[in-house]
């Protein structure tokens, strides 16, 4: 496979698993790790519940969906793009598989879109507390976009701008920063060990796996859980099996795994069942190749002062 070849088959790989784990998890979210018994080893498929179908995504997918179709439009990133598109899901069901509200939105994102429609610029000292684990599960996106015009440090800035809109605190602009470069440097070819010794040298990640169980929204505990998956298997399936298997906050937990793993191992590592079943899986695809084929993808405007 050419170089060329390779890059997309890992920026396919990294949205269609977003949405893999996201549609995969969903049905299972916050359910504990002892009542996960959903999930088959031998022949893994999609489930359904009374929320979703089978295959369908849920918030962490269709946020995905809102930054691409703005830096897909507006040729770069404009904060302000952006954020009326999450207004628009979060108001009007933009991008949600039946075209109503989102089902599922975090306290903070939904507080961050409130915020915004009051008052759209935010001020250096404006930040808070909360770390939610929204900031990282809709990334693959920026990351793809920058993939072929923009080097690492360009890309994690803009990863970080990503996160402010919602997630606007210290902790969730370090490991964002953290996951894009991660996200990035597999894409350029780093293996395992590299990316290990890379995020030790950044911060301290749980790497005890009987740590990692029924855990909820934090941004650290899904980074260490993502993390976790792809370091202890050796393809897609097996991690993200292991990682829904940890309960909690499944959906976002395998939309971030999927994000490492699909980049990792590519888009026809991916089983096929999973990549194919997924809810609209030939607009996912296309998406990525869009993304990828973007000629800049500069920062235009921001609402951060």
Known sequence: MRNKEKLQDKARGMLVGLAVGDALGAPIEFLPASAISVIDDEIPH?????????????????MALCLADSLLASKGYDSYDIMMKFVAWC?????????????????????AIGEFKDEPVIFGDDTTESAGNGAIMRLAPVIIANLGVSDIDATAQMAVLSARETHNSKTAEMVTRIFAEVLY?????????AVADFVDSKMEVEKDGNKLYNLGGYIVDTFAIALFGLMNFDNFKDGMLA?????????????????????YYGY?????????????????????????????CPVIRTRFR
């Open 46 to 62: 999609f489930h359904e519940n009374s929320r979703l179908p089978k295959g369908v995504w849920t918030d962490d997918t269709e």
């Open 91 to 111: 108001d009007n069901g933009y991008r949600t598989y039946d075209g109503k509200s989102p089902m599922d939105i975090g306290v903070q994102t939904a507080r």
């Open 185 to 193: 440097k597999i894409c350029q070819g780093d293996d395992k060990k």
């Open 243 to 263: 990682v829904l298997r940890f309960g909690g906050d499944t959906d976002t937990n395998g939309a971030c795994y999927g994000q490492l793993a699909g980049a």
């Open 268 to 296: 026809e590592a991916i089983l096929e069942e999973w990549r194919e079943g997924v809810y609209l899986s030939d607009e996912l695809v296309k998406i990525a190749d869009e993304l990828l084929e973007m000629d800049e």
